[in-house]
Structure formats: structure tokens, C-alpha cells
């Protein structure tokens, strides 16, 4: 660990990213109210954030059924719905119907009851659409809470793709300075943890993990890779992007957007680019894609 760290500190790049962090985390701080409010606010936030998201599909002509599929995300360890005001936007512009937020109180409560909450907004959704499967994004612990909804809440039958990001799918070391019963869950080797990652069952659900390099919120980095031998998962590097950058990466959102479009279980998901962004934007390593 030592080693990389040297190697991080020698990078110019490591503190391009930590500027960038530091000013996406004040984004969201700022924007942290708007999401104790309620859902109805980020039901068009065409002016929030400007620019257009380049996709290499015609996203607003996509099957109908992808298009009609629900999109349910998830936020992290103290936040709330806020953080994906973007990525919402980015998701609704570009053809899907029905994107929604869960927020929920993570103090007080252990991931298997924020799971089960899950599980009841789900079939809402469900009920309300006429949807027989949604897609799950979650970011930090809301990829943890969708993983135990998938793996032990039934949400197999109900989840199609399950996206997470920045989640320590192995734990990490940073949860031993949380409070609460789910931040203990997400220190390493904890119940949770090993009942999930020793599963061998297969599931239908298509798993897809994001991951950074220099992610300070998940120690070691190695641990938001989704290792699962049955789940199948593809893990995609983010290169040198923070925790909260996720959530406003362009081109991480590109990439959930064009996965999400397309249903096939077996279909190639877009790597991202690394900070600051290259010229050409074919221009990608293909080893930022590994299947676990």
C-alpha cells in the first residue's frame, strides 16, 4: 500500500483529482438541501449544470423497453438524493422514463433494514409503471444496499442491472471513523461483507462496478471491485477520480447511460476516461474495462 501511495504522490494527476474532488464535494454540499425537500424538485433541472452528454447511441430512440424500464438510485453514507441531479438530468434527456431517487436515514439503521425499505419502494415503482424489472444505481453504501436487496431480498426478479460506484464491496478502513450500524457493515471482514462475497449462487441480475484509483473513501482502492466469481461482474476504472467526483462525471455518466440502454446481459460497457479528459474521445485504454 505504501508503494502505490508513493507512486500516487509522484503523479501530477493525483492532485488534479484532489482540487476536482474538493470542488465537487462543495457542489454537493451546497446542493444537499434541495434533496431533504423532496423529489418533485429534480424533475427538470435543465438549468442546473450545462452542456450536452455525447453517447454513441441515439439514446432518445432506444427500444422501448429500455426506455420504459425504471431507473431507481441510490445515494451513500450522509447524503440524500441530491448528489444525482445530474446524472437524473443526463438520464431523462437522453429517452428514459422513469428515473427516481430513494432517500433514506442511514443512522440508526443496519444495510439489511435500508434493503428492505429497497424492496417496498421497488414495488411501488413497479405497481405504478406496470415495469416488471427496474435498474438500481447506487453510489458508496447505496451500492451495498442494492447488492443485499439483489443477493438476499429477492430483488434478483425484480433487478435487471445493477450499477454501483465508489461501493467498498470488500470494506474499507475508512467506515472505522462512521457512526452507526451500516458503518460498521462496510468495515472489512464484517458479517455483511462476508455473507455477501462468499455467495455461490448465480443470479439473472447483470452486476456492473465503477471503481477509482484514487478513491480516499474506499481503502484499499482494490475494494469497490466487485470480485463475486458468480455475479459476474464487469468492473470499470474510473482512473483518478474521488469519491464524489463519480457523480459528476461526464463520461462515467455516458457510460451507465449506454449500458442501461442496451438490455443485453452479454453487451460491452463503455470505459471511462481518465482525468482531464483526452482529445479524442475513442482515445481509451482498453484494459479500463476488466471483467472480475
Request: proline share 5%; with cysteine.
Amino acid at each position: 500500500m505504501r508503494t502505490s501511495l508513493g507512486r500516487a504522490l509522484r503523479r501530477p494527476k493525483t492532485y488534479t483529482s484532489a482540487v476536482k474532488e474538493a470542488l465537487w464535494t462543495g457542489v454537493n454540499v451546497a446542493m444537499y438541501p434541495a434533496g431533504v425537500l423532496g423529489e418533485a424538485l429534480e424533475q427538470d433541472a435543465s438549468g442546473a449544470f450545462g452542456g450536452r452528454f455525447s453517447t454513441e447511441l441515439p439514446l432518445c430512440y432506444m427500444e422501448p423497453e429500455a426506455a420504459a424500464t425504471p431507473i431507481v438510485m441510490l445515494h451513500g453514507y450522509f447524503h440524500n438524493r441530491s448528489g444525482f441531479l445530474l446524472m437524473r438530468r443526463a438520464f431523462r434527456r437522453n429517452g428514459f422514463r422513469h428515473v427516481h431517487t430513494m432517500n433514506y436515514n442511514v443512522i440508526g439503521h443496519e444495510v439489511e433494514e435500508l434493503a428492505s425499505q429497497l424492496s417496498g419502494y421497488v414495488e411501488n415503482i413497479l405497481n405504478r409503471t406496470g415495469s416488471t424489472r427496474v435498474h438500481l444505481v447506487g453510489h458508496s453504501l447505496g451500492g451495498l444496499v442494492a447488492r443485499t436487496y439483489v443477493q438476499e431480498f429477492g430483488g434478483d426478479k425484480r433487478v435487471h442491472t445493477c450499477v454501483t460506484m465508489g461501493t467498498p464491496h470488500a470494506g474499507t478502513y475508512a467506515a472505522w471513523a462512521g457512526r452507526g450500524r451500516a458503518a460498521r457493515q462496510l468495515r472489512p471482514r464484517s458479517a455483511l461483507l462476508d455473507r455477501l462475497n462468499s455467495d455461490t449462487r448465480e443470479f439473472p441480475t447483470r452486476f456492473i462496478s465503477y471503481y477509482s484509483n484514487l478513491d480516499p473513501l474506499v481503502v484499499p482502492a482494490s475494494s469497490a471491485k466487485l470480485s463475486v466469481p458468480a455475479l459476474h461482474a464487469t468492473n470499470v476504472l474510473v482512473k483518478d477520480h474521488g469519491h464524489m467526483s463519480f457523480l459528476m462525471s461526464r463520461e462515467l455518466i455516458r457510460s451507465v447511460l449506454i449500458a442501461l440502454s442496451n438490455l443485453d446481459q452479454a453487451a460491452p460497457v463503455a470505459p471511462v476516461t481518465a482525468l482531464p479528459k483526452r482529445s479524442s474521445s475513442t482515445s481509451t485504454d482498453a484494459s479500463s474495462v476488466t471483467s472480475a
